[in-house]
Structures are given as structure tokens and as C-alpha cells.
């Protein structure tokens, strides 16, 4: 029997308990980001460790006769299993572009206030990156646009709320849009006063298997015809969101459209009350 065989599956089988704990610790926040990745980091190194065992063994298990085969295979499958995803992910990081930041309006993003002040030090900036930015996004995600709408602002908003609970992100804040007077309307008609008119809704949202907190604003501004909604998706960590941001922003504002623009059902006609039933009436005898 191949030693080379039974230690690569042993630490093919340890790497994998290895890589669960470590997915369990990113998700639960147990340790700080950076040490909980090392330990991510480390189990796939395990991994790739133990297919290079395993491909040893089978050297010696081709050359000598050797027993120890289906521990080689199994340790391969193990590892191979480990590093597919990690390699996929490294593939689409070296295809998109360096950002961690997208929005619907690069010019006057919305800005993150209640998040600003939850975000550990460590994380990415909270300030857009400007020109720099807005041309990578606009290069890698042209379709990335804001919303326009002829639905009320409060009618957007409300939409906007039920989509983000619909999708279990957790809300840090939620202030309606306010309604204008008459000489807010005119400001608004001149281009004045348009962000204490807005209604904002700040969420975190969650990456699938990490579970990596990502932040969410939706801006719900008045105009002369409706409403534009505008929305930003940004990384905590990272240089790269691997798309992550770009498909959330397009999904959520996909969503939404989709109930806005969704026909009112038609009511039922009402059906009227049958009437009460009269008895006959009794035919009068006439005297001549």
C-alpha cells in the first residue's frame, strides 16, 4: 500500500472539513475578515497539496504495483472539488475590471450615511472614486442605468421596500420621499433642492456562499414627469467585486420595474343584490 495514497486523502479529507470551518467562520463573523480568509486560504492550499500527493502516489503505484489507488483518486476528487470554485472565481477576477463600487449615476452617486457609520475601519473607502471608476464600469457594465418612472415617488419607494425585504437584505435606514410645496415645485422645475426631496433606503446585502456583507443605496428622486430611481452596490473588501455588484444593482432595478410596470388586475364587476321578491299583486274588483 502507497503511503503517499493514504496521506493524500488524509489531507484531502482534512482540507475539506478544514474549508467548511472556515466558510462557518467568514458567515458568522467570528473572526475579523482578514485571519478568516487566511484560514480559507490555507484549507485550499491544503487541497492543491493533496492532489500533488496524490498524483505521487500514482507514480509509484504505476512504477511499483502498488496498492493505494482508489485513496489517490479520492484524494484528487476531494481537492479538485475544493479549488474549482476559488479557480473560477480567479478566472472571472483576471477578465473583469479592478472595481468594488458601481452605481446608476456615476456623476452624483448616492451617498452612504447610516452605512458609513457601521463600516469597520479597514474596509474599502465609502467615497465613489469618480472618473476613474465611472469608465471601467461603463467599459465592463454599459447597461448599468438609472430607472426613470412615471409612478408617485411614495409609489416607488414602496416598491423599492418590498423588493429589499422580499430579498432579506437588512435595512439600516429608510426615509420616504417628502412631498413638495409650491415653491419646492419650482425649485425642482429649476433644478434646485433635489436631495432634500429624496427618498433613500440603505441595506446590507450578502453574498451567497461567504456570506461577504455588501452595502446598498437606493435613491428615490422626484422629477418634473416622475420619479428616477438610481441605486449603488458596493464591496466591503476586496479590489474586485467579480461582477457581484453590477448583477445585484441590474436585478434589483429589474425587479422593481417589473412590479411597477406590472397591469393593475381588473376588479371583478360587483354584483348587485338580487332584489326581494314582491307577491303578486291582487287584482281589484271594480263596482259598476
Same mark, same amino acid.
Do not use: C
Given at each position: 500500500?502507497?503511503?503517499?495514497?493514504?496521506?493524500?486523502?488524509?489531507?484531502?479529507?482534512?482540507?475539506?472539513?478544514?474549508?467548511?470551518?472556515?466558510?462557518?467562520?467568514?458567515?458568522?463573523?467570528?473572526?475579523?475578515?482578514?485571519p478568516?480568509?487566511?484560514?480559507?486560504?490555507?484549507? =485550499?492550499?491544503?487541497?492543491?497539496?493533496?492532489? =500533488?500527493?496524490? #498524483?505521487?502516489?500514482?507514480?509509484?503505484?504505476?512504477?511499483?504495483?502498488?496498492?493505494?489507488?482508489?485513496?489517490?483518486?479520492?484524494?484528487?476528487?476531494?481537492?479538485?472539488?475544493?479549488?474549482?470554485? *476559488?479557480?473560477?472565481?480567479?478566472?472571472?477576477? /483576471?477578465?473583469? *475590471?479592478?472595481?468594488? !463600487?458601481?452605481?446608476?449615476?456615476?456623476i452624483?452617486?448616492?451617498? #452612504?450615511?447610516?452605512?458609513?457609520?457601521?463600516?469597520?475601519?479597514?474596509?474599502?473607502?465609502?467615497?465613489?472614486?469618480?472618473? /476613474?471608476?465611472?469608465? =471601467? +464600469?461603463?467599459?465592463?457594465?454599459?447597461?448599468?442605468?438609472?430607472?426613470?418612472? &412615471?409612478?408617485? *415617488? +411614495?409609489?416607488?419607494?414602496?416598491v423599492?421596500?418590498?423588493?429589499? &425585504?422580499?430579498?432579506?437584505?437588512?435595512?439600516?435606514?429608510?426615509?420616504?420621499?417628502?412631498?413638495?410645496?409650491?415653491?419646492?415645485?419650482?425649485?425642482?422645475?429649476?433644478?434646485?433642492?433635489d436631495?432634500?426631496?429624496?427618498?433613500?433606503?440603505?441595506?446590507?446585502?450578502?453574498?451567497?456562499? =461567504?456570506? #461577504?456583507?455588501?452595502?446598498?443605496?437606493?435613491?428615490?428622486?422626484?422629477?418634473?414627469?416622475? &420619479?428616477?430611481?438610481?441605486?449603488?452596490?458596493?464591496?466591503?473588501?476586496?479590489? &474586485?467585486?467579480?461582477?457581484?455588484?453590477?448583477a445585484?444593482?441590474? !436585478?434589483?432595478?429589474?425587479?422593481? !420595474?417589473?412590479?411597477?410596470?406590472a397591469?393593475?388586475?381588473?376588479?371583478?364587476?360587483?354584483?348587485?343584490?338580487?332584489?326581494?321578491?314582491?307577491?303578486?299583486?291582487?287584482?281589484?274588483?271594480?263596482?259598476?
Amino acid at each position: 500500500m502507497s503511503r503517499l495514497a493514504i496521506w493524500s486523502r488524509r489531507l484531502a479529507l482534512f482540507s475539506l472539513v478544514a474549508t467548511m470551518v472556515a466558510v462557518i467562520i467568514v458567515r458568522s463573523g467570528a473572526l475579523d475578515i482578514v485571519p478568516a480568509l487566511s484560514t480559507l486560504a490555507g484549507a =485550499l492550499v491544503l487541497a492543491v497539496v493533496a492532489i =500533488l500527493l496524490a #498524483f505521487g502516489a500514482g507514480i509509484f503505484i504505476w512504477r511499483d504495483g502498488r496498492g493505494g489507488l482508489r485513496h489517490a483518486v479520492a484524494a484528487v476528487l476531494i481537492g479538485l472539488a475544493l479549488i474549482a470554485y *476559488p479557480g473560477y472565481l480567479a478566472v472571472r477576477a /483576471y477578465q473583469l *475590471p479592478q472595481i468594488y !463600487d458601481v452605481t446608476t449615476d456615476p456623476i452624483d452617486p448616492p451617498q #452612504f450615511d447610516a452605512i458609513a457609520r457601521l463600516r469597520p475601519r479597514d474596509a474599502n473607502p465609502i467615497v465613489y472614486e469618480g472618473l /476613474y471608476a465611472a469608465e =471601467l +464600469q461603463q467599459a465592463a457594465y454599459p447597461d448599468i442605468e438609472p430607472e426613470d418612472t &412615471t409612478t408617485s *415617488p +411614495q409609489e416607488a419607494f414602496d416598491v423599492a421596500m418590498k423588493v429589499i &425585504t422580499k430579498r432579506r437584505w437588512r435595512v439600516v435606514d429608510a426615509r420616504p420621499p417628502r412631498e413638495l410645496s409650491a415653491t419646492q415645485v419650482s425649485d425642482a422645475r429649476a433644478g434646485k433642492d433635489d436631495h432634500a426631496r429624496d427618498g433613500i433606503i440603505e441595506a446590507v446585502a450578502r453574498s451567497l456562499i =461567504l456570506g #461577504f456583507r455588501e452595502d446598498v443605496v437606493v435613491r428615490i428622486r422626484p422629477t418634473s414627469d416622475g &420619479t428616477r430611481i438610481d441605486v449603488r452596490s458596493a464591496s466591503r473588501y476586496g479590489r &474586485t467585486d467579480l461582477g457581484s455588484n453590477a448583477a445585484r444593482v441590474r !436585478d434589483l432595478l429589474s425587479d422593481i !420595474d417589473d412590479i411597477l410596470t406590472a397591469p393593475a388586475a381588473e376588479k371583478p364587476p360587483e354584483k348587485k343584490p338580487p332584489r326581494p321578491s314582491q307577491p303578486p299583486a291582487r287584482g281589484r274588483s271594480v263596482r259598476r
